[in-house]
Each structure stands twice: as C-alpha cells, then as structure tokens.
C-alpha cells in the first residue's frame, strides 16, 4: 500500500472513530485538471443554486434563497486554492420579495477540506444522503467572511444543492480542487 492509500486509509479509522463519515470523491465526473474544475463550478454553482426550491425559515411565515452569483479562484499562500464566493439573500413572504441581504466567503480548500452534510448540519457519506456541500474550519475562524458587508467569524459554510446529480459534479469538482485531488 502506498503512502496516500495508507494516510486516506487512517484518516477512514480517524473519521469514523469520531463518529464521523468521510465524503466519497467517485460520486461525479473526473476533471482533466484544477483549470477544468474551476471553470466548471464558475459556470454551475450559479445555475445550480438559482434551481433551488425557496425554504421556510423555522417559526416564522419568511421563505429564503440563498443565490450564488459569483465565483472565483485564486492560489493561498499554502499553494492550495481559495474559492471565493458572492451570495445573494433573498427572504419572501409569499412571491413578494421582503429583504435583500448578500454573503461573501473565502474558502482555502486546503484548510476546510470539503464534505457533505445532512438537512441537520451531520457528515453524510453519499450524495443520495446529502443537501449540501461543507466546508468546515478544524480550527475556527479559517473563513474570510461577511454578511451584508459585516465582517462575520463563521466555522464553517455549505451550499445547498437540490439537484442530485448537479451536486455530485459540483462536489467532484471542489474535490479536484484539493492539492491530493480529491
């Protein structure tokens, strides 16, 4: 077994010790290379989440979506790629919009990892299992973020995907973004 098979096979032991499940790579297409994955989420996570269905704020009559509008990349001083993310928050009260309010996120990949989550915020190992895409700080704050220009400490972030299947690309594609390649 060689070195990566032997570390991905610990860090399998370590997760699940934890009670944790680690996120499966093989659940979409590969990519040819970073260029290919990056061009691919620019031009898909927007589609994809302009998809989503609005979701009822608990304890109250608001809906939400949560609109990606933009994405970049760029290199960290680590040599890993930080993804940069603008979001635009839409409440509702039936088909009338009632607040506007915006997200921007850096994420260094390298540091968050990326993973899938439950409806309930828990690691799931399937996309069938799964509503989101999680980038998650081991050591709180690694996110460069802010919510309606306010800087703001986050530990972790998602995005919500509806669509099956355009999540398992997505989540490919993030996971080629890793320096291991997923």
Same mark, same amino acid.
């Given at each position: ?110 540091? &968050? ?43 972790? &972030?998602?995005? &919500? ?22």
């Amino acid at each position: 077994m060689d070195i990566c098979a032997q570390t991905r096979a610990a860090m399998t032991l370590a997760l699940a010790a934890l009670g944790l499940a680690p996120a499966r790579a093989a659940e979409g297409p590969p990519f040819a290379n970073k260029a290919a994955a990056q061009a691919y989420i620019a031009r898909a996570l927007p589609e994809a989440t302009a998809a989503n269905p609005k979701y009822k704020d608990p304890n109250s009559d608001v809906e939400t979506r949560w609109l990606t509008k933009s994405v970049t990349f760029q290199t960290g001083p680590d040599g890993g790629v930080i993804v940069s993310m603008h979001e635009d928050i839409l409440k509702y009260r039936g088909d009338a919009i009632v607040s506007r309010g915006s997200h921007e996120v850096e994420i260094p990949l390298e540091i &968050t990892g990326v993973g899938l989550i439950s409806d309930a915020w828990i690691p799931v190992d399937t996309i069938d299992a799964a509503a989101g895409i999680l980038f998650k700080c081991p050591n709180a704050p690694c996110l460069n973020s802010t919510h309606d220009g306010k800087p703001s400490v986050d530990p972790q &972030t998602d995005i &919500t995907i509806s669509d099956k299947e355009q999540m398992a690309k997505l989540y490919a594609a993030f996971r080629a973004l890793l320096k291991t390649g997923g």
